[in-house]
């Protein structure tokens, strides 16, 4: 028997310090999925290469925006809430599809409660007055069949890859990135999501306009850098007008280079 | 390799290929051509050419590194009357430069607490890093602002940031004529009004220590600098303000399609004489001015610093230059035995007059310009002076260049002390950011000592002394 769950690899510009508790560590911080609880794990392992793949071939990208302690009766828990955004519905039926197909394979889940995305981070806080929600941009790029090996370790058995929404790549003077996105809006977002990675406060300060070309979203990003360079000072001063987008399979990608 | 072919020493011809309206010119040696990857900045150079009007050459410095629309290490000149004006081809930290001043004192002469005491004096009136300025002085006001475009770094002089001579040792006396600030928009004056006299981040910074070599002695002694003796070099530019300058235009630029027929969208450009490209020139040479003035405020804070920790007077603090290496200037060149106006871009790039040259001070006019470059906060900066080299429009280069990714230097320094390693090279460096001296390590740049000998042979500039940092403040 082993205690499994499904769940997404949660990566972010996570704090260098949290307040005193038992902390994850960086690796094992995830968003669960569907928890298993105490199984058996062969028929599932045997049953991997079935997995109902999702039908996003991108990572998902959130932001924090509550912090939770949990479960509301006894907390012992310190998490982050996951503001999925437009991705929240398309994850919510991958669940679903996910629950079914767990049941179609002989596994009970006893777990009805409606999905909370979210991001545990400790347990057993020393106080929860001595915790604050840091606004952080999120990326779920991995789904991993994780076993729970206890004292807060998880082990992933498996895993599920999407291209990230964007990466970090090598500019001699300066920070670039490879964004990408399925619409010029969603690569807006994605890119928006690249500069908080950075910098986290700067996602606050970006207009929600709807953009319809590169120069469009350019133009925006700079007035999200502004805005935070002269409220909180930011550390990178602009995005280049730099390439164009190109078409890719089914994906936009866009090399955007931020001066510092 | 990479199709270049010698025509001088330490000078390289790009050939012109369709689209391109002039050749490139390649200044670097066999050994940086050979070391470096040259792909995607000659790319850059090439793609420069394609400007209208552009005279002569697009030019790539020793210490060129890939950019966005122009190289970093990029000059262009084009016809003032008949060219363009090109806000990617100045950058977006518009007059980011460099200044160097003496000390009559050795170096070697204060002791180790001294030098820490003095290290954090200048973290104290020297703000630095992310966003850093002065939270609780009186911000800019349009007044200020205007002040500060007529006046250029005579406006803080006049406000006690400094003395009236140290005009006489700043290229154009702390002044570019023509900025109007009807051309800066609200977001460039909120973004600087609490920025002047501050650092910033990135690669800028505040470096003390000594004069360690001298190439040429007499030279040195014209420019009163001897061995031993202590230096000041500050680099830093126009700050947020110039940074929304250069987006305020690039914007304006692109919605009126000026940049329909030129191969990046980076290398946007007006004619000069259109009204977005006047525009443009008047707002950059706010920007410049504010670069001048923040310099010269920085300057005083360090100033401030000595007196404090030495009880030197500022007077003994003697400004040896101020240069310029992300501007557009308007100057007299020959082309083809005839003088002409150009408007010369020097991105990355600084200006190196020789001797004569009329807009120099006196004692400049008779042995060419200082020319600052700075290196990396481990080995080197350097102090040449200017050959007036006609293939270049007086120009040299500004720095090492970078050799290294930010990434590449973030991850190599990861779960490492850097701060330790340079206190182990004898160099204590102080910032507001981890992220900034891991980014900035000397492992991050080229070798100062090969590009500034590159520049030598190439008769742009001469050796005059190299520097060796001890103090360095980051952003």
Known sequence: MKRLFLGLQAEAPWPAEFPPGRILGEACRHMTLVFLGNVEAEPLIRALPEFPKPHFLLGLLGYTDKLLFLPPQHPHVVAYRINLMEHLSTLVKFQETLSVWLKSLGYSLSDDRPFLPHVTIARNPVSQAQWELPHLPVVFNKIHLYESTGNLNYTSLWNHSFLPPFEEKEHTADVAFCVRGTTVQELCVNAQGALAFLFPPIHAFFPKDAVNSLEEIVMQLNVGIAKADEEQGCSFKAVSFHGAIQHTNDLLEWEMIVDV | MYNLKKIKPATYELPQEAGMLVPGLIIATEAIIAEGDFEKPLDQVRRVAYLPGIVGYSIAMPDIHWGYGFPIGGVAATDAETGVISPGGVGYDINCGVRLALLDRPFKSFTTKEKDTLLQSIFKHVPSGVGQGFKNTKKLSD?????????????????????????????????????????????????????????????????????????????????????????????????????????????????????????????????????????????????????????????????????????????????????????????????????????????????????????????????????????????????????????????????????????????????????????E?????????????????????????????????AGLAAKVARLKPALVIKG
């Not at chain 2, 990355?348 to 060419?368: D, S």
């Not at chain 2, 090279?425 to 500034?452: C, F, H, L, W």
């Open chain 2, 143 to 423: 007044s200020d602002y205007k002040e500060l475009i007529a006046k250029g770094a005579l406006w803080s002089i006049e406000q006690g940031y400094g003395l009236e001579v140290d005009l006489d040792f700043m290229e154009s006396r702390g002044f570019i004529e023509g900025g109007e600030l009807h051309a800066v928009s609200q977001e460039a004056r909120s973004r600087g009004s609490n920025q002047l006299g501050s650092i910033g981040s990135g690669n800028h910074f505040v470096e003390i220590g000594e004069v360690e070599t001298l190439f040429l002695p007499e030279m040195a002694k014209a420019w009163g600098v001897s061995q031993g003796q202590t230096y000041i070099l500050i680099h830093s530019g126009s700050r947020g303000f110039g940074h929304q300058v250069c987006q305020d235009n690039l914007n304006d630029f692109l919605k009126q399609g000026y940049a329909k027929d030129l191969p990046d969208k980076q290398l946007v450009a007006a004619p000069i004489h259109s009204p977005a490209g006047r525009h443009y020139f008047s707002a950059m040479a706010a920007a410049a001015n504010y670069a001048f003035n923040n310099r010269q405020r920085i300057l005083h804070g360090v100033r401030m610093s000595f007196r404090e920790v030495f009880q030197t007077s500022p007077e003994e603090i003697r400004l040896l230059y101020d240069v310029c290496h992300n501007i557009a200037k308007f100057e007299n060149h020959l082309v083809d035995g005839h003088l002409r106006r150009l408007c010369v871009h020097r991105k990355g790039a600084t200006r190196a007059f020789g001797v004569g040259a009329q807009e120099l001070n006196p004692l400049f006019q008779q042995t060419g310009q200082p020319v600052l470059v700075p290196g990396d906060m481990g080995r080197a900066s350097h102090l040449m002076v200017g050959k007036g080299n006609a293939l270049t429009w007086c120009s040299s280069c500004h720095g090492a260049g970078r050799a290294k990714s930010r990434m590449q230097s973030m991850k190599s320094w990861n779960n490492k002390d850097p701060i330790r390693y340079m206190q």
């Open chain 2, 425 to 457: 090279q004898g160099v204590a460096v102080k910032a507001n950011s981890p992220r900034t001296i891991a980014e900035e390590m000397p492992d991050a740049y080229k070798n100062v000592d090969t590009v500034v000998d590159a520049v030598q042979e």
